[in-house]
DNA sequence: ACCCAGGCGACGA
DNA sequence: TCGTCGCATGGG
């Protein structure tokens, strides 16, 4: 697993870098620490308690430790030019993560760049969300945030898409949408219902289905997605990728943000 | 100074 | 169901 690729590759915007190969980050209600050694990962919570059991299984789900990646990306790497991607950084997870977290993100991502992205994201967290520890904030609830108005956001700097935040939180608070129902329906009809909120398209729809849902074979298309695609891969997805587009896209995506910089 | 970003909704054809 | 345009903001 190659962590700092994982953690900062455009699916999250939530994790701090401490020191090399050490980082620190916080997600739905908890926080941790996490670095890897030796084939190893090791998560401590930051104030030094113990792990609960709910926290041991929540991390294990976010890092998508159930999947086997090498033999995955012996799949992938079947196809010569997916190969190319998945060797140009090698290493990366999709991950899981929460719903709301994931929903806000992406929202604010939308036709913006990464470094600002994370930017907003942090003083969302700092001026809505809880604090759990040194500079580490939860997002705002739904319910919160829904209670908010548009004025209110104006120290976020999200531009156009403060008032998409406030009706997702609306959407959300009410169980207009939620996930227990998303759950139950399939890509398309999970992506639908995700567009009844006012501000989420197809690709934010997408990004919440990949990276929250899990729904590995989502393939959001982005502006990177869109000429990698036209250019590497013009015939659409290969084979190699069956079942596991989403994730193979996490790779296409780094790969033409290294290489297709014009 | 200028371009553009992990897009979307509104609008017109 | 298409293509086009404006949108807020600020990093590079």
């Keep these: 697993m190659n962590l700092s690729a994982t953690l900062f590759c455009g699916q999250s915007f939530v994790w701090d870098i401490l020191e090399e190969n050490y980082f620190i980050g916080t997600a739905a209600n908890f926080c941790t620490t996490i670095y890897e050694k030796d084939d190893f990962l090791f998560l401590e919570k930051p104030h030094g308690s113990y792990f609960t059991q709910e926290e041991i299984d929540f991390w294990w789900h976010y890092f998508a430790l159930d999947i086997d990646y090498p033999k995955l990306l012996e799949k992938f790497k079947k196809n010569k030019k997916l190969c190319a991607c998945v ?3 090698p290493g990366i997870r999709v991950l ?3 719903f709301f977290d994931t ?6 991502s939308q036709n913006n760049h990464i470094t600002r992205i994370t930017g907003i994201v942090k003083r969302l ?7 759990l520890y040194e500079n580490q904030y939860t997002f705002p609830s739904p319910e919160k945030l829904a209670a908010l108005e548009v004025e209110d956001l104006a120290g976020l700097r999200a531009g156009f898409r403060a008032k998409y935040l406030l ?3 609306k959407k959300v608070a009410s169980g207009e949408v939620s996930i227990s129902s998303l759950e ?4 398309d009809d999970a992506r639908k219902e995700l567009t009844k909120i006012f501000g989420v398209g197809t690709k934010v729809a997408d990004c919440v289905l990949l990276y929250s849902l899990g729904r590995n074979r989502i393939v959001p298309m982005d502006v990177w997605m869109k000429r990698a695609m036209g250019q590497v891969f013009p015939k ?5 990728a069956k079942g596991y587009e989403g994730i193979a896209q996490q790779y296409i995506f780094c790969w033409a943000r290294e290489n297709l910089k014009d």
Excluded at 184 to 187: E, I, P, V, Y
């Design 103 to 108: 929903l806000l993100s992406f929202i604010i």
């Design 184 to 187: 139950k329906l399939n890509d």
């Design 167 to 169: 009706d997702a939180a």
């Design 125 to 131: 967290k700092s001026t809505f969300g809880t604090l």
């Design 96 to 98: 899981r993560q929460p």
């Design 236 to 240: 659409g997805m290969p084979a190699a």
């Design 87 to 89: 060797e140009s950084s």
